[in-house]
Protein backbone atom coordinates (compact mmCIF):
# COMPACT_ATOMS: atom_id res chain seq x y z
CA UNK A 1 0.00 0.00 0.00
CA UNK A 2 1.29 3.37 -0.98
CA UNK A 3 2.35 5.61 1.88
CA UNK A 4 2.05 9.63 2.81
CA UNK A 5 5.83 10.81 3.37
CA UNK A 6 5.41 14.22 4.91
CA UNK A 7 8.91 16.33 5.11
CA UNK A 8 8.33 19.55 7.06
CA UNK A 9 10.45 22.19 9.11
CA UNK A 10 8.84 20.72 12.15
CA UNK A 11 6.88 17.25 13.43
CA UNK A 12 6.38 17.32 17.05
CA UNK A 13 4.59 20.28 19.14
CA UNK A 14 6.68 21.97 21.52
CA UNK A 15 6.43 22.07 25.48
CA UNK A 16 6.16 25.98 25.44
CA UNK A 17 2.13 25.80 25.31
CA UNK A 18 1.74 27.24 22.49
CA UNK A 19 -0.22 25.01 19.90
CA UNK A 20 1.17 25.24 15.96
CA UNK A 21 -2.01 24.74 13.95
CA UNK A 22 -0.04 23.86 10.63
CA UNK A 23 1.56 20.50 13.21
CA UNK A 24 -2.28 20.14 14.43
CA UNK A 25 -3.39 20.14 10.55
CA UNK A 26 -0.73 17.55 9.31
CA UNK A 27 -1.29 15.18 12.09
CA UNK A 28 -5.17 14.84 11.55
CA UNK A 29 -4.27 13.85 7.51
CA UNK A 30 -2.60 11.21 8.69
CA UNK A 31 -5.70 9.63 9.93
CA UNK A 32 -6.78 9.42 6.27
CA UNK A 33 -3.72 8.86 4.66
CA UNK A 34 -1.06 6.32 7.12
CA UNK A 35 2.58 7.14 6.42
CA UNK A 36 5.63 8.85 8.05
CA UNK A 37 5.88 12.27 8.94
CA UNK A 38 9.77 13.42 8.64
CA UNK A 39 11.14 17.05 10.73
CA UNK A 40 12.93 18.64 13.12
CA UNK A 41 11.90 18.37 16.71
CA UNK A 42 12.72 21.85 18.10
CA UNK A 43 16.30 20.04 19.73
CA UNK A 44 19.68 21.81 19.58
CA UNK A 45 22.08 19.27 20.27
CA UNK A 46 25.87 20.74 21.63
CA UNK A 47 28.63 19.53 18.87
CA UNK A 48 28.90 17.51 16.03
CA UNK A 49 27.60 14.32 15.44
CA UNK A 50 25.86 12.14 13.28
CA UNK A 51 22.15 12.86 12.69
CA UNK A 52 19.89 10.34 14.27
CA UNK A 53 16.03 9.94 14.50
CA UNK A 54 14.23 9.30 17.16
CA UNK A 55 10.99 7.53 16.15
CA UNK A 56 7.87 8.02 17.44
CA UNK A 57 4.70 5.45 16.24
CA UNK A 58 1.61 6.78 16.96
CA UNK A 59 -1.78 5.96 15.44
CA UNK A 60 -1.66 5.78 11.73
CA UNK A 61 1.52 7.34 11.51
CA UNK A 62 5.28 7.51 12.54
CA UNK A 63 7.22 10.63 13.06
CA UNK A 64 10.87 10.91 12.45
CA UNK A 65 12.50 13.69 14.03
CA UNK A 66 16.13 14.89 15.01
CA UNK A 67 17.78 17.89 16.73
CA UNK A 68 20.17 20.62 14.94
CA UNK A 69 23.17 21.09 15.28
CA UNK A 70 24.36 24.70 16.63
CA UNK A 71 25.57 25.02 13.09
CA UNK A 72 22.39 24.70 11.23
CA UNK A 73 20.29 26.31 13.78
CA UNK A 74 21.93 29.32 13.24
CA UNK A 75 23.03 29.69 9.31
CA UNK A 76 20.15 27.50 8.26
CA UNK A 77 18.00 28.18 10.42
CA UNK A 78 17.42 31.40 11.65
CA UNK A 79 20.07 32.66 9.03
CA UNK A 80 19.07 31.08 5.15
CA UNK A 81 15.61 30.51 6.60
CA UNK A 82 14.87 33.48 8.17
CA UNK A 83 17.54 36.23 7.40
CA UNK A 84 17.17 35.48 3.69
CA UNK A 85 14.01 33.50 2.34
CA UNK A 86 11.10 34.78 5.30
CA UNK A 87 12.14 37.93 3.88
CA UNK A 88 12.17 37.50 -0.07
CA UNK A 89 8.26 35.49 0.11
CA UNK A 90 6.79 37.60 1.99
CA UNK A 91 7.91 40.34 -0.18
CA UNK A 92 10.40 42.62 1.82
CA UNK A 93 13.91 42.58 -0.04
CA UNK A 94 15.10 45.18 1.80
CA UNK A 95 15.23 43.58 5.16
CA UNK A 96 17.07 40.26 3.42
CA UNK A 97 20.95 40.15 5.52
CA UNK A 98 22.78 37.66 3.21
CA UNK A 99 25.67 35.41 4.12
CA UNK A 100 27.04 33.18 1.73
CA UNK A 101 27.40 30.33 4.89
CA UNK A 102 23.82 30.67 5.24
CA UNK A 103 23.42 29.18 1.78
CA UNK A 104 25.75 26.58 2.09
CA UNK A 105 24.46 25.31 5.60
CA UNK A 106 21.10 25.48 4.61
CA UNK A 107 21.91 23.37 1.07
CA UNK A 108 23.98 20.66 3.23
CA UNK A 109 21.46 20.11 5.60
CA UNK A 110 18.35 19.76 2.70
CA UNK A 111 20.85 17.48 1.31
CA UNK A 112 21.26 15.17 5.05
CA UNK A 113 17.28 15.34 5.12
CA UNK A 114 17.04 13.76 1.73
CA UNK A 115 19.29 11.14 2.69
CA UNK A 116 17.81 10.61 5.90
CA UNK A 117 14.30 10.09 3.81
CA UNK A 118 15.68 8.19 1.26
CA UNK A 119 16.76 5.36 3.60
CA UNK A 120 12.73 5.20 4.55
CA UNK A 121 11.39 5.50 1.48
CA UNK A 122 9.64 2.48 -0.55
CA UNK A 123 9.14 2.64 -4.19
CA UNK A 124 5.32 3.10 -4.48
CA UNK A 125 5.77 6.27 -1.53
CA UNK A 126 4.75 9.44 -2.44
CA UNK A 127 6.33 12.44 -1.17
CA UNK A 128 4.51 15.76 0.45
CA UNK A 129 7.75 18.86 1.54
CA UNK A 130 6.19 21.61 3.09
CA UNK A 131 7.29 25.28 2.60
CA UNK A 132 10.55 26.94 1.95
CA UNK A 133 13.05 25.03 4.74
CA UNK A 134 13.16 22.26 2.81
CA UNK A 135 12.51 22.80 -0.68
CA UNK A 136 16.02 20.84 -1.74
CA UNK A 137 14.71 18.04 -0.57
CA UNK A 138 12.84 16.76 -3.78
CA UNK A 139 15.66 17.54 -5.86
CA UNK A 140 18.25 15.64 -3.85
CA UNK A 141 16.25 12.65 -3.51
CA UNK A 142 15.92 12.18 -7.50
CA UNK A 143 19.62 12.87 -7.56
CA UNK A 144 19.87 9.93 -5.33
CA UNK A 145 17.85 7.91 -7.34
CA UNK A 146 14.58 7.87 -6.37
CA UNK A 147 11.74 8.10 -8.62
CA UNK A 148 8.49 8.56 -6.21
CA UNK A 149 6.18 11.01 -7.09
CA UNK A 150 7.23 13.79 -5.23
CA UNK A 151 5.03 17.66 -4.01
CA UNK A 152 5.96 20.35 -2.79
CA UNK A 153 3.20 22.94 -0.83
CA UNK A 154 4.64 26.41 -0.24
CA UNK A 155 2.70 28.01 2.37
CA UNK A 156 4.24 31.46 2.31
CA UNK A 157 3.22 33.59 -0.19
CA UNK A 158 5.28 33.36 -3.68
CA UNK A 159 6.75 36.60 -4.68
CA UNK A 160 7.15 38.30 -8.03
CA UNK A 161 9.79 37.08 -9.95
CA UNK A 162 11.76 40.39 -9.83
CA UNK A 163 11.91 40.22 -6.06
CA UNK A 164 12.90 36.08 -5.94
CA UNK A 165 15.62 37.32 -7.93
CA UNK A 166 17.09 39.00 -5.00
CA UNK A 167 18.40 36.39 -3.82
CA UNK A 168 22.13 35.75 -5.19
CA UNK A 169 21.56 31.62 -5.17
CA UNK A 170 17.47 32.31 -6.95
CA UNK A 171 18.26 30.27 -9.83
CA UNK A 172 19.22 27.06 -7.65
CA UNK A 173 16.03 27.35 -5.81
CA UNK A 174 14.02 27.85 -9.09
CA UNK A 175 15.94 24.45 -10.57
CA UNK A 176 15.04 22.70 -7.09
CA UNK A 177 11.78 24.06 -7.17
CA UNK A 178 10.87 22.71 -10.94
CA UNK A 179 12.29 19.58 -10.53
CA UNK A 180 8.74 18.34 -8.26
CA UNK A 181 6.02 16.67 -10.18
CA UNK A 182 3.29 18.89 -8.55
CA UNK A 183 3.92 22.65 -6.59
CA UNK A 184 0.85 23.92 -4.92
CA UNK A 185 0.08 27.37 -3.63
CA UNK A 186 -2.67 29.25 -1.32
CA UNK A 187 -3.77 31.71 -4.10
CA UNK A 188 -4.40 32.59 -7.15
CA UNK A 189 -1.46 35.66 -6.65
CA UNK A 190 1.18 33.61 -5.85
CA UNK A 191 0.62 30.95 -9.15
CA UNK A 192 0.53 33.55 -11.43
CA UNK A 193 3.61 35.00 -9.98
CA UNK A 194 5.04 31.55 -9.87
CA UNK A 195 3.95 31.24 -13.52
CA UNK A 196 5.35 34.59 -14.19
CA UNK A 197 8.69 33.57 -13.37
CA UNK A 198 9.06 30.41 -15.01
CA UNK A 199 7.26 31.29 -18.21
CA UNK A 200 9.85 34.60 -18.72
CA UNK A 201 13.26 33.04 -17.46
CA UNK A 202 13.14 29.30 -17.20
CA UNK A 203 11.75 28.61 -21.27
CA UNK A 204 8.70 26.75 -19.55
CA UNK A 205 5.88 26.09 -21.68
CA UNK A 206 2.01 26.29 -20.71
CA UNK A 207 0.70 22.90 -22.21
CA UNK A 208 -2.86 23.06 -20.54
CA UNK A 209 -4.57 24.96 -17.69
CA UNK A 210 -3.03 23.65 -14.62
CA UNK A 211 0.62 21.96 -16.56
CA UNK A 212 4.04 23.56 -17.80
CA UNK A 213 6.66 21.50 -19.23
CA UNK A 214 9.95 22.41 -18.56
CA UNK A 215 12.94 20.73 -19.83
CA UNK A 216 11.16 17.78 -21.47
CA UNK A 217 9.42 17.61 -17.72
CA UNK A 218 5.85 17.94 -17.15
CA UNK A 219 4.81 19.77 -13.77
CA UNK A 220 1.28 20.21 -12.50
CA UNK A 221 0.58 23.66 -10.33
CA UNK A 222 -2.33 24.14 -8.55
CA UNK A 223 -4.21 26.36 -5.93
CA UNK A 224 -4.52 24.15 -2.35
CA UNK A 225 -5.73 26.81 0.06
CA UNK A 226 -5.09 25.31 3.35
CA UNK A 227 -7.98 24.40 5.72
CA UNK A 228 -7.59 23.17 9.26
CA UNK A 229 -9.36 20.30 11.45
CA UNK A 230 -12.75 21.39 12.44
CA UNK A 231 -13.49 18.31 14.30
CA UNK A 232 -11.08 19.52 16.48
CA UNK A 233 -11.72 23.92 16.59
CA UNK A 234 -15.45 24.84 17.46
CA UNK A 235 -17.17 26.94 20.17
CA UNK A 236 -15.69 27.26 23.45
CA UNK A 237 -17.76 24.80 25.84
CA UNK A 238 -16.28 26.50 28.69
CA UNK A 239 -15.53 29.94 29.15
CA UNK A 240 -12.92 31.30 31.62
CA UNK A 241 -14.38 33.49 34.11
CA UNK A 242 -11.89 36.13 32.66
CA UNK A 243 -13.72 36.16 29.78
CA UNK A 244 -17.13 36.02 31.28
CA UNK A 245 -16.65 39.51 33.23
CA UNK A 246 -15.08 41.31 30.33
CA UNK A 247 -18.17 43.30 29.76
CA UNK A 248 -17.02 45.51 26.63
CA UNK A 249 -16.94 44.88 23.15
CA UNK A 250 -13.77 42.68 21.60
CA UNK A 251 -11.67 43.55 18.69
CA UNK A 252 -9.25 40.50 18.69
CA UNK A 253 -6.31 40.36 17.08
CA UNK A 254 -3.64 37.49 17.57
CA UNK A 255 -0.46 37.77 15.63
CA UNK A 256 3.21 36.87 15.64
CA UNK A 257 5.15 40.13 15.83
CA UNK A 258 7.59 40.93 12.71
CA UNK A 259 7.80 43.43 9.88
CA UNK A 260 4.82 42.28 8.01
CA UNK A 261 2.60 41.48 10.68
CA UNK A 262 1.29 45.32 10.48
CA UNK A 263 0.73 45.86 14.19
CA UNK A 264 1.44 49.19 14.29
CA UNK A 265 -1.24 50.50 11.48
CA UNK A 266 -3.73 48.31 13.15
CA UNK A 267 -3.03 50.31 16.43
CA UNK A 268 -3.64 53.36 14.01
CA UNK A 269 -6.58 52.37 13.06
CA UNK A 270 -8.20 51.93 16.39
CA UNK A 271 -6.95 55.70 17.31
CA UNK A 272 -9.14 56.48 13.91
CA UNK A 273 -11.90 54.54 15.33
CA UNK A 274 -12.06 56.69 18.42
CA UNK A 275 -11.03 59.77 17.15
CA UNK A 276 -13.73 59.67 14.31
CA UNK A 277 -16.68 57.99 16.59
CA UNK A 278 -15.79 58.68 20.44
CA UNK A 279 -19.35 57.14 21.50
CA UNK A 280 -17.06 53.82 21.34
CA UNK A 281 -14.90 55.40 24.22
CA UNK A 282 -15.21 53.08 27.04
CA UNK A 283 -17.49 51.02 24.92
CA UNK A 284 -14.67 48.66 23.33
CA UNK A 285 -11.11 47.58 23.53
CA UNK A 286 -8.20 45.74 20.80
CA UNK A 287 -6.86 42.82 22.60
CA UNK A 288 -3.16 42.49 20.50
CA UNK A 289 -2.03 38.90 21.04
CA UNK A 290 1.50 38.46 20.71
CA UNK A 291 2.70 34.97 22.18
CA UNK A 292 6.95 34.97 22.15
CA UNK A 293 6.62 31.36 21.84
CA UNK A 294 5.30 31.71 18.39
CA UNK A 295 8.19 34.52 17.23
CA UNK A 296 11.17 34.19 14.90
CA UNK A 297 13.73 34.75 15.68
CA UNK A 298 14.65 37.85 13.87
CA UNK A 299 12.89 40.84 13.23
CA UNK A 300 13.84 44.73 13.23
CA UNK A 301 15.89 46.00 15.75
CA UNK A 302 13.77 47.49 19.05
CA UNK A 303 9.95 46.38 16.76
CA UNK A 304 8.53 45.40 20.14
CA UNK A 305 9.95 48.56 21.82
CA UNK A 306 8.53 50.40 19.41
CA UNK A 307 4.92 48.91 18.94
CA UNK A 308 5.28 49.15 23.30
CA UNK A 309 5.60 52.82 22.74
CA UNK A 310 2.81 53.38 20.29
CA UNK A 311 0.68 50.87 22.60
CA UNK A 312 1.29 53.45 25.79
CA UNK A 313 0.93 56.70 23.34
CA UNK A 314 -2.88 55.49 22.75
CA UNK A 315 -3.61 54.44 26.05
CA UNK A 316 -2.25 57.33 27.75
CA UNK A 317 -4.55 59.55 25.30
CA UNK A 318 -7.54 57.80 25.45
CA UNK A 319 -7.49 55.78 28.59
CA UNK A 320 -8.75 56.41 32.36
CA UNK A 321 -8.69 54.31 35.65
CA UNK A 322 -11.76 51.66 33.81
CA UNK A 323 -10.65 51.69 30.52
CA UNK A 324 -7.60 51.10 27.69
CA UNK A 325 -8.54 51.41 24.25
CA UNK A 326 -5.70 48.84 23.27
CA UNK A 327 -4.77 45.85 25.93
CA UNK A 328 -1.43 44.90 24.17
CA UNK A 329 -0.64 41.21 25.72
CA UNK A 330 3.11 39.85 24.43
CA UNK A 331 3.75 37.12 26.92
CA UNK A 332 2.38 33.10 27.69
CA UNK A 333 -0.76 34.03 29.30
CA UNK A 334 -3.09 33.26 26.52
CA UNK A 335 -2.98 29.72 25.91
CA UNK A 336 -4.94 27.63 23.67
CA UNK A 337 -8.16 27.06 25.85
CA UNK A 338 -8.09 31.28 26.83
CA UNK A 339 -7.62 31.89 22.93
CA UNK A 340 -10.52 29.45 22.11
CA UNK A 341 -13.02 31.34 24.59
CA UNK A 342 -11.52 34.92 23.34
CA UNK A 343 -12.63 34.18 19.81
CA UNK A 344 -16.03 33.17 21.24
CA UNK A 345 -16.14 36.06 22.71
CA UNK A 346 -14.90 38.70 20.36
CA UNK A 347 -17.41 40.63 18.30
CA UNK A 348 -14.47 41.43 15.75
CA UNK A 349 -11.61 39.59 14.44
CA UNK A 350 -8.68 41.78 12.86
CA UNK A 351 -6.05 39.66 10.92
CA UNK A 352 -4.61 42.27 9.02
CA UNK A 353 -0.74 41.16 7.90
CA UNK A 354 0.71 43.37 5.04
CA UNK A 355 1.50 39.61 3.72
CA UNK A 356 0.34 36.24 3.92
CA UNK A 357 -0.21 33.34 3.17
CA UNK A 358 -2.93 31.63 4.67
CA UNK A 359 -4.44 32.67 7.93
CA UNK A 360 -5.48 29.72 10.03
CA UNK A 361 -6.41 31.92 12.90
CA UNK A 362 -9.10 33.84 10.80
CA UNK A 363 -10.64 29.79 10.04
CA UNK A 364 -10.35 29.22 13.75
CA UNK A 365 -12.15 32.15 14.77
CA UNK A 366 -14.93 31.58 11.99
CA UNK A 367 -15.47 27.76 13.80
CA UNK A 368 -15.32 29.34 17.07
CA UNK A 369 -18.38 31.99 16.75
CA UNK A 370 -21.97 31.46 17.94
CA UNK A 371 -23.87 30.79 14.78
CA UNK A 372 -26.92 33.06 16.56
CA UNK A 373 -25.47 35.92 17.15
CA UNK A 374 -21.56 35.81 15.08
CA UNK A 375 -18.78 38.49 15.27
CA UNK A 376 -17.52 39.61 12.26
CA UNK A 377 -14.49 39.07 10.84
CA UNK A 378 -11.83 41.57 8.98
CA UNK A 379 -9.02 40.38 6.96
CA UNK A 380 -5.85 41.91 4.89
CA UNK A 381 -6.23 42.19 0.76
CA UNK A 382 -2.53 40.41 1.04
CA UNK A 383 -3.45 37.57 2.90
CA UNK A 384 -4.45 34.55 0.62
CA UNK A 385 -7.19 34.06 3.20
CA UNK A 386 -9.21 37.09 1.64
CA UNK A 387 -9.93 34.93 -1.15
CA UNK A 388 -11.99 32.27 -0.13
CA UNK A 389 -13.15 34.24 2.77
CA UNK A 390 -15.00 36.75 0.46
CA UNK A 391 -17.50 37.51 3.26
CA UNK A 392 -15.40 39.13 5.55
CA UNK A 393 -14.44 42.64 5.23
CA UNK A 394 -11.54 42.70 3.19
CA UNK A 395 -9.31 46.26 3.79
CA UNK A 396 -5.81 47.15 2.58
CA UNK A 397 -3.82 46.88 5.61
CA UNK A 398 -1.53 50.23 4.86
CA UNK A 399 -4.73 52.19 5.33
CA UNK A 400 -5.30 52.98 9.31
CA UNK A 401 -8.26 54.99 8.25
CA UNK A 402 -10.11 52.53 6.02
CA UNK A 403 -9.64 49.53 8.50
CA UNK A 404 -10.98 52.32 11.39
CA UNK A 405 -14.33 52.67 9.35
CA UNK A 406 -14.30 48.64 8.42
CA UNK A 407 -13.98 48.55 12.41
CA UNK A 408 -16.89 50.77 12.63
CA UNK A 409 -19.01 48.83 10.24
CA UNK A 410 -18.62 45.83 11.82
CA UNK A 411 -18.84 46.79 14.86
CA UNK A 412 -22.35 48.24 14.21
CA UNK A 413 -23.41 45.46 11.46
CA UNK A 414 -27.09 44.48 12.22
CA UNK A 415 -27.74 40.86 13.41
CA UNK A 416 -29.33 39.65 9.93
CA UNK A 417 -26.37 40.66 7.91
CA UNK A 418 -23.86 39.52 10.80
CA UNK A 419 -25.17 35.96 10.92
CA UNK A 420 -25.48 36.10 6.97
CA UNK A 421 -22.05 36.56 6.36
CA UNK A 422 -20.97 33.78 9.13
CA UNK A 423 -23.15 31.05 7.78
CA UNK A 424 -21.57 31.65 4.14
CA UNK A 425 -18.20 31.80 6.25
CA UNK A 426 -18.92 28.72 8.27
CA UNK A 427 -19.96 26.71 5.14
CA UNK A 428 -16.68 27.38 3.36
CA UNK A 429 -14.71 26.61 6.30
CA UNK A 430 -15.99 23.48 7.03
CA UNK A 431 -16.00 22.19 3.56
CA UNK A 432 -13.05 23.40 2.72
CA UNK A 433 -11.29 21.76 5.98
CA UNK A 434 -7.73 19.96 5.94
CA UNK A 435 -9.21 16.95 4.68
CA UNK A 436 -10.28 18.27 1.47
CA UNK A 437 -6.80 19.86 1.62
CA UNK A 438 -5.08 16.88 1.76
CA UNK A 439 -7.37 14.92 -0.54
CA UNK A 440 -6.98 17.88 -3.79
CA UNK A 441 -3.34 17.78 -3.62
CA UNK A 442 -2.64 14.00 -3.28
CA UNK A 443 -4.86 13.71 -5.98
CA UNK A 444 -3.16 15.45 -8.33
CA UNK A 445 0.11 13.88 -6.62
CA UNK A 446 -1.39 10.80 -7.94
CA UNK A 447 -1.40 11.47 -11.36
CA UNK A 448 -4.88 10.16 -11.48
CA UNK A 449 -6.47 13.35 -11.20
CA UNK A 450 -8.89 14.87 -14.25
CA UNK A 451 -7.97 17.57 -16.39
CA UNK A 452 -8.59 20.60 -14.50
CA UNK A 453 -11.39 20.63 -12.21
CA UNK A 454 -9.90 22.09 -8.76
CA UNK A 455 -11.74 24.77 -6.92
CA UNK A 456 -10.13 27.34 -9.17
CA UNK A 457 -9.85 28.16 -13.37
CA UNK A 458 -7.58 29.86 -16.06
CA UNK A 459 -9.43 32.79 -17.61
CA UNK A 460 -9.37 32.62 -21.31
CA UNK A 461 -6.04 35.16 -20.46
CA UNK A 462 -4.48 32.16 -18.62
CA UNK A 463 -4.40 33.84 -15.79
CA UNK A 464 -5.27 31.62 -12.57
CA UNK A 465 -8.63 33.58 -11.27
CA UNK A 466 -10.80 32.24 -8.20
CA UNK A 467 -14.13 30.13 -9.23
CA UNK A 468 -17.92 31.50 -8.40
CA UNK A 469 -17.88 28.41 -6.12
CA UNK A 470 -16.59 30.57 -3.37
Known sequence: MSRLIVVSNRCVQQDDGYI?????????????????????????????????????????????GWDLSPNEYDNAYQGYVH????????????????????????????????????????????VWVHDYHLLAVGKQLREDGHHNRCGFFLHQPFPPGEVIRAVPEHDTLMRALL??????????????????????????????????????????????????????????????????????????????????????????????????????????????ICDPAREYPWSSPDLCTRLERFCGEINGQYGDFTWYPVNYIHNALCKHELLSALYARADVALFTPLSEGMSLSAKAFTLAQDPEDPGVLILSACSGAAEQLTEALIVNPYDARSTGEALHSALSMPLHERKRRHNRLLAKVQRYDCHWWAAAFLTALSGTAPPWQGAFRTSHHGVFTPQKLY
Not at 31 to 39: E, L, N
Not at 181 to 210: H, M, P
Open 20 to 64: DPFITTLGQIFSKHPGVWFGWNGGVTAGKRSRSCSVTHHAHYATH
Open 83 to 126: NVLWPIFHNRPDLAAYKKEYFTTWKSYNTDVARTVGTQLRPDDR
Open 179 to 288: QYDVIGFQSSADINNFLSCVLRFYRAERIAGDTIQVNGRSIQIGIFPCGIDTSVVGPSQATPQAVEEYQRQIIISNDVINDVSGIHYRLDAMRALINTWPHYVRGVSLLQ
